[in-house]
T-cell receptor, first 113, second 114 residues
Framework: GQQLNQSPQSMFIQEGEDVSMNCTSS?????WLWYKQDPGEGPVLLIA?????ELTSNGRLTAQFGITRKDSFLNISASIPSDVGIYFCAGQLYGGSQGNLIFGKGTKLSVKP | NAGVTQTPKFQVLKTGQSMTLQCAQD?????MYWYRQDPGMGLRLIYY???????DKGEVPNGYNVSRLNKREFSLRLESAAPSQTSVYFC?????????????FGEGSRLTVL
């Protein structure tokens, strides 16, 4: 089946540092999305990207939809302890139905105060 | 606002037992989904319902059945539980932007099959 390659798998950083993670695929996506999952909770949508090349910010978070439609990255600036959690990328396949939303395996972020 | 509510939050079953996970949303969304989350595997779609009265298989449907009871409720049934079905199950819903992947998730149901 379709796959998203999300990296890194985990990150251990100091409070105040910037964070960068990305997702790549061999498939073309219509939409790229980034979700965050806090421990013991369900994922929550952070950012949705709809156009190739689109760069969108949400507070300290910035995400981009790759120009080839096959990749996306998420940056977090000046990390704080509440940024801890698992970040998932997800892609809606080009021309796909609602069942064709593919999730990456997640990046687990740990922040040392 | 409750959003997406799942019950139960925790369940332990013996192999071969059956159970139903319940999900309800109060956002008047047309589409509802069941995912499972396993360590290192991300989220995998089990079944989804694009609208009341329709259901479709996702990536990992074997061993599960679903019922879209009405617009609000979407249940997931395990007829004969197996240890491989030990997982965290998430229900999600989406509204007008269903085809873009914008989902609202519940808090999860943690199932252990012994």
């Amino acid at each position: 089946g379709q796959q998203l390659n999300q990296s890194p798998q985990s990150m251990f950083i100091q409070e105040g540092e910037d964070v960068s993670m990305n997702c790549t695929s061999s498939s073309i996506f219509n939409t790229w999305l980034w979700y965050k999952q806090d421990p013991g909770e369900g994922p929550v949508l952070l950012i949705a990207l709809y156009k190739a090349g689109e760069l969108t910010s949400n507070g300290r978070l910035t995400a981009q939809f790759g120009i080839t439609r096959k990749d996306s990255f998420l940056n977090i600036s000046a990390s704080i302890p509440s940024d801890v959690g698992i970040y998932f990328c997800a892609g809606q396949l080009y021309g796909g139905s609602q069942g064709n939303l593919i999730f990456g395996k997640g990046t687990k972020l740990s922040v040392k105060p | 606002n409750a959003g997406v509510t799942q019950t139960p939050k925790f369940q332990v079953l013996k192999t071969g037992q059956s159970m139903t996970l319940q999900c309800a949303q109060d956002m008047n969304h047309n589409s509802m989904y069941w995912y499972r989350q396993d360590p290192g595997m991300g989220l995998r779609l089990i079944y989804y319902s694009a609208s009341e009265g329709t259901t479709d298989k996702g990536e990992v449907p074997n061993g599960y059945n679903v019922s879209r009871l009405n617009k609000r409720e979407f249940s997931l049934r395990l007829e004969s539980a197996a240890p491989s079905q030990t997982s965290v199950y998430f229900c999600a819903s989406s509204g007008r932007r269903a085809n873009t992947g914008e989902l609202f998730f519940g808090e999860g149901s943690r199932l252990t099959v012994l």
